[in-house]
């Protein structure tokens, strides 16, 4: 599904990405961990299209296509989800207006009609139950006043909604407690299908135990140094990065 | 102003005179205080953010009649208690529209209103600069509207102006708005006009009597050559309310001035507003609001946008005077930029005598935020609609004070619309 070949990434003129390859298919879940400035949040950035992150070699394929052919906005409706590290208040728009635009132009990408707002909130209503969210919140601006758990449920009931085949999780288990971890976790088990992918970009094995991961690649500077199944990250937990690779 | 200026001038007051019998001293002393103040120049500090040398080096004719009937444009408010219809500056009855409203009200065109009675000219305001008194000197129409004690209209009434093919030609109007005892009105004034280059310059004097509420709506939208200059002066009396918004997206240049004063306990008045101002437009507002007495209330939002070499500019002065105690003054602008040649300027001005008020200015000038758009982008909105989002956002709070949805949504519509026709522009830049 996803696959990256010798990339190099530019951020302000200096390269952070420096020849990374990985390869993800359909029905798996991958977990990237490193320690910080190893350039994962640059991944997950310039897959998702960011501007200012400037590929100065190598490729992005996504289902065979050429990813940096398509804007951000494009991608999404190509099936890439980003989930953020730090989600962006705005002021001003409300939660629900946010999802519904979201859904209808994902769904205007793919050809399909805009969904009634009634069939909308159904929908919006459903997931955020599914993902233990206070219906409430759906109508407050969005991200604005959240707690850093909430902001981060809010990003699993846009993901339930988008339905991606490859979600990028950048940090998503990050400040959490144990309980919006747990929800989080449900989220992404619940995305978790044959025909779809999960990357995951972490720091702490801690996700690890309620998301079971395929594959775990260590990130060192701006490349993946290893690989390796599941254990590698409990490894990782014990024994800390320098011991391992 | 110069002598000869004044000369050229001095015809059209007569020839108005002639048409109106009675008030050739009214407009002979106004003209003449014209001259006295002179036209303002960017020296002129309430003037430093808008150049008139148009008006200064150019002699505006008298507009002339339309020669066929001009095009309505699209409804703004659903169902309004009347319509009135100016075009180039003159009543037009065929296309008013009454309804009912004179069964409630005193509703007549300024003109008749002086002919008849030529004592009420007094209560006209004169003016304290060249371009009101020009007003004074060239009214030549206007609505002079009197709602009676305890009286509500309930749907909005529109007066709207057209002006069509009138290059070089100024339009004066004068609209006269009383609230008795416990009155409301609600007011839609609105501008539209071609591209020949004329000049509007409105003055709208109200007077809002104990527990009156006055709301009143301005939708500017001249055409992209004109002019527009406007003044409204607004007394409010114990009690009563004043609420504004005012949209100014037309003209190659506005100026759009509000005084207000409160002049009894319990006066209050909010005063909001939207500007945007596209490439070589400019958008210049200045409030001024007088607290007179104690326990008097102001607020004022004002959001504009300055596309690239656009500019918005807010200049608000708060007086409080020395037994106004109690009072409270709030005052919030923010402007967003396009880009490093788009304008936008702010200008807080207090004059407070009384020591127990409270008053508060913010003023924040800056660009769309990219991570927000980012964010948007990236659950698949395409960028101009993240854009537009955005911007309504930003827009908002200078709408809240919009009661009647129709109005609401028909201004919304113009902030997506001029939005949207941005956004190519908007795309090519990122």
Known sequence: MLNIKNLHVQVDGTEIIKGLDLAVNAGEVHAIMGLNGAGKSTLANTIAGRADYEITSGSIQFKGKDLTAFEPHERVGEGIFLGFQYPVEIPGVSNLNFMRTALNSVRKYNGLDAMSAAEFMKLVRAKASELKMDPEMLKRFVNVGFSGGEKKRNEMVQMALLDPKLAVLDETDSGLDIDALKTVAEGINTQRRSDTAVLLITHYQRLLSYVQPDVVHVMIGGKIVKSGGKDLALELEEKGYAAVV | MQPDMLEKYEDQVWALAGLMSGTEG?????????????????????????????????????????????????????????????VNGRFNEDLSDMGDLWQAAQVRPLANHLMSNIARADELVRGKDAITCLNTALMRDGMVLSVPAGVEIDDPVEILHITTDNDKAGCHLRHVIELGEGASLTLLERYVGDESGYWTNSVLQARISEGARFQHIRLQEEGGKALHTAKTFVNVDANASYRATNINIGASLSRFEANVRLLVDGASTVIDGVALAATGQSHDTYTHIDHLMPSTTSAQIFRTIADSRGKTSFQGKISVEKDAQKVTADQSFKALVFDKTAEANAKPELEILADDVKCSHGATIGALDDQAIFYLTSRGIEPATARRMLVEAFTADALVGVAFDDIKTALMERISDWMAERASTLDTQE
């Not at chain 2, 148009?54 to 208690?81: D, I, M, N, Q, Y």
């Open chain 2, 26 to 86: 009214l407009r002979m002393h106004a003209l003449k205080a014209a001259a006295e103040f002179g036209l303002p120049t960017k020296s002129a500090e309430p003037w430093r953010y808008s150049n008139v040398r148009a008006l200064r080096e150019t002699v505006f004719t008298p507009a002339v009649a339309a020669k066929s009937k001009p095009a309505l444009p699209g409804v703004v408010v659903a169902e309004a208690s009347a319509r009135f219809v100016f």
